[in-house]
């Protein structure tokens, strides 16, 4: 069977998914858990080819640990599942109880939105929350891996659809891709797919969104700004500063542009200066910014830029900077350069803050706190299958809510609409 | 100033029309409302122009009921704008508060989605609505109504703009397009605009749906079914068919498609049979349905349809008609031909409208009531501005809250992520 014919399988499997009991979801996780620890030794074989095949192409060390998938990344997820099962059932949750009339009762029921289409990094670990993730939430879902775990997912998979057979769900709920070609023709499979979550790079996530008319939840890039106000307290900017530039630069909340306020910058420039070439960060600065270090830093070094590449993600040891006059003037560079991901300012000023939280446009507003905390894990959402930038449906770091929908059920006894239009009958409206 | 840049400046001015308080947006609707009350002698006198031109066009009488604006109208859309003035805020609710760690707080808040293009029908009270919709929920919005009550929404637009001058909203909050060529200019301004609402026909929907990137909220048809068990009450069926066929019948929520099940077509299908040619219905089915009429009423008359065609959006007095086995043939049928927008089940058993209503995939699947009641008014939500078949964001009758995303902000005092990936620090996530 090819795999369009495989996705409208899934699609029509998809409703007995969708009505089927929490027990019996939980009762497929347990089975799932069940066996990868009863398989591992398969995966571990698996996985050890994959990191041997990485290691011959020469990729990072940084690479490969993410690659890696052993006894401890195991617990990691078993521990996940565990935490999945004691969660409450997402299906069925009663959003809007209403009498409308007589025996005529509406409800809003949340329901699990059908199936997914999830392209993701090579990450053993991301292969089993995603799907666990699935079988909480009822969505039938189609998954493809990076190719570097390719070894490794297909074992992983393999023992995940061995323990769905041996459940009460639909055997056929979730699918593998393991060819990058595969890829195109799911993306043209709307009608079939519900939602499209791809993660990875960004030219990789505009790929997809440009190649499909199935709605799209993510993320493009990480354009992630940091304000330091004239009211910043200056140890406060320059530690959060480097917290967001240097814990990890690789990652799609990591801080690409700081903008200075004018009235501090002869104070604030000179210290911030000394810790960014410490750790090693190279700035990048329109030519006010640069004669403006130059001046103060007469041995510094600055990569000109012009105004119109402020929108760069560097995804490196390397950032923008800009002066700025006001915090309007910060709040409209953000709103216009940023990818409205994660934005934060630094003050002392409550009410400055307020006002830069309400106005910028952007799925995570922080203020005196690093904009790496913009993530499910920071933010005690469990597991999550991404951060979305979109303003529909889910924002900001997504978990279990955000693979949800809803549906109206309304239940009658005979009740006709032309009785309500000439009068014979009226709502009532009446909150359960 | 041309449309794009006009848009453009509507996007900067939405931060601040996101960030006014909820005090501020009710004046100005009270200015609006107001405002149409002292002005509407040029509104009625604007209508007579094109109501005149409508008549020397010969529209129909029933188009020509949409396009009046009168005193009756005048006072239905004041009465609306009074009650959206009663309404709680819907910017800045709480939809999650928790610690992440001492003097680290995580807020989810509701807050404007930003600028909307709405795009509707020849109807005057639909702008004034759609108007004070956006007004209320915060969002910049540009219109574009039908052109056969150009004159009056002309008329209307410059009575609310002139009201929002004199309040404390940016006054370029609302900005209305009269020219059908600038909706292509409108459709292109991704970036700048959040969401695309269209309202109308079929063929009209699936133009702006093909031809924007930006997210359209929405839909296109609406094939509704009803489903007549085995188990249904005889009369019910009959009235409920009627009333879902006949009651409007050029509207989205009226029913397409009867499917009635095998087990009782013998005794069911001569009176309704009767009843719809009484109603001027003309029947349309497969060669089974057509076989089993003519053999159980030879004077019948029925219009032969492929299998391949089931569906069809008639918006007449039409109406396909299917034999089908059981409930999951239906249900089948109904996921597959249908547009997932309202579908109902005629049964006295329970178990089985349970059944029917969790793994039918629509918006709003009904139980012994008509399928015109899935609309904003008749849920009790007030004024809506659409229906929306989509399964992200909002589905089914769409009010204020879904014109409304929500953003996190994040309250630190100079936490870094550093602290708690060396364990330094330790995330105790407690809900306030």
Known sequence: MDIKESIKMAKLASTDLASSSGEDRNDALRKVANALRSGCDAVFAANKLDVEAARAENLSDSVIKRLKFDEHKLE???DGISQLIQLPDPIGKKLLSRELDKDLCLYRLSCPIGVLGVIFEARPDALVQISTLCIKSGNCAVLKGGSETARTNKALFELITGALKESRLPSNCLLQIEERSQVKE?????????????????????YIMANTTIP??????GVCHIYVSSHADKQMALDITLDAKTQYTSVCNAVETILIDKKIAN????????????????????REFADTLKA???DSECILMDDSE??????????????VDSLDEAVKHINTFGSHHSDCIITKDN???ERFMNTVDSANVMYNCSTRFSDGYRYGFGAEVGISTSKLHARGPVGLEGLMTYKYKLYGSGQKVADY???????????L
């Open 267 to 286: 104070d604030f420039i000179p210290a911030f200066y000394k810790q960014m070439t410490d750790a090693h960060v190279t700035l990048h600065g329109n």
């Open 310 to 323: 402020y929108h760069k993600e560097y995804l490196d040891y390397e950032c923008s900077v800009k002066l």
């Open 76 to 78: 990691g997820v078993l």
């Open 186 to 206: 799911l993306l043209s499979c709307s009608g079939d797919i519900d939602l499209i979550i791809p993660r990875g790079s960004n030219s990789f996530v505009q």
């Open 351 to 353: 009410d400055e803050a």
């Open 421 to 431: 239009v000439n009068g014979t009958r009226k709502f009532h409206f009446k909150d």
């Open 296 to 298: 103060l830093c007469p």
């Open 216 to 221: 799209v939840m993510g993320h493009a890039d």
